[in-house]
């Protein structure tokens, strides 16, 4: 849990990769989010972001913004919260932005996307109207719960890098709408990584969204 962002991209912090963490609860105060962008042409892929209100508190998902932050690419990630708050916020005069692969699920069933200054309470409407999450025209998203095997653990952080494969919750169940169903970033990524965050081969066939790919 943090007031801050859980990962900042800053003004001229270009072509940067963020791939494979877990952001849990940043992003709690003053507009923050678990990925805050201020730049261009940077890769996030293959992250769990997952938002749990604290108190008056909700973080955003990713905020891209500033006075540019263009290019971007965000890709195979989930984004799950399990209240009342923004998965994505675009701020006007962003282009070139692209989200595929991706994984939406909120608890209470509310979504909310702040586009180009253009409020979005369904997932249908922002897509219709951005055309975000489509490859040749086709849905690439996932909008239902990642069965992770507990979506919103209260406690579950640790102080010590060489415990990071017992953080199990952030696994994906067998029935994981999220196996095999994300886009490949080895099309689109400069250096692509080889292992996930708990140190399993990527990819296991097609490739998982969220930072755990499954054996």
Same mark, same amino acid.
């Given at each position: 849990n943090?007031d801050?962002n859980g990962?900042?991209i800053g003004? =001229?912090?270009d ?7 877990v952001i849990?609860?940043?992003g709690?105060?003053?507009s923050?989010?678990?990925?805050? +962008?201020y730049? =261009?042409n940077n890769?996030?892929?293959?992250n769990t ?5 604290i108190? #008056? ?6 905020f891209?913004?500033g006075?540019?932050?263009d290019?971007?690419k965000?890709r195979?990630n989930?984004f799950?919260a399990d209240?009342v ?9 962003q ?5 595929q692969?991706?994984c939406y699920?909120?608890? #209470?069933n ?5 586009w ?10 922002w ?6 999450e489509?490859v ?5 998203s ?8 507990v979506?919103?653990?209260l406690r579950?952080t640790?102080?010590?890098?060489y415990?990071?494969?017992t953080l #199990? ?8 709408? +999220?196996?095999?169903a994300?886009?490949?970033p080895?099309?689109?990524?400069w250096? #692509?990584?080889t292992?996930?965050?708990?140190? =399993?081969?990527?990819?296991?066939g097609?490739?998982?969204i969220g930072?755990?790919e499954k054996?």
């Open positions: 943090a801050g990962v900042l003004v =001229n912090s072509y940067n990769l963020i791939r494979y963490n849990k609860n940043c709690l105060k003053n923050n989010a678990g990925v805050y +962008c730049g =261009n890769d996030i892929y293959g972001i997952v938002s749990t209100k108190n #008056t508190y909700f973080p955003f998902s990713l891209l913004g006075s540019s932050a290019s971007n965000v195979d989930i799950c209240s708050g923004s998965f994505i916020v675009h701020v006007i005069g282009v070139d932005n692209v989200l692969g991706n699920y909120s608890s #209470t509310y979504y909310r996307f702040l180009s200054g253009v409020f979005y309470t369904s997932f249908s409407a897509q219709t109207a951005t055309g975000q489509k040749s025209g086709v849905n690439v996932v909008v239902s719960d990642p069965l992770l095997n979506n919103f653990a579950d640790i102080n010590n890098a415990m990071i494969d #199990t919750n952030y696994k994906l169940q067998a029935l994981s709408p +999220c196996i095999n994300g886009v490949n080895q099309n689109n990524v250096n #692509t990584a292992v996930d965050f708990f140190a =399993n081969a990527v990819p296991n097609f490739y998982d930072v755990y054996p």
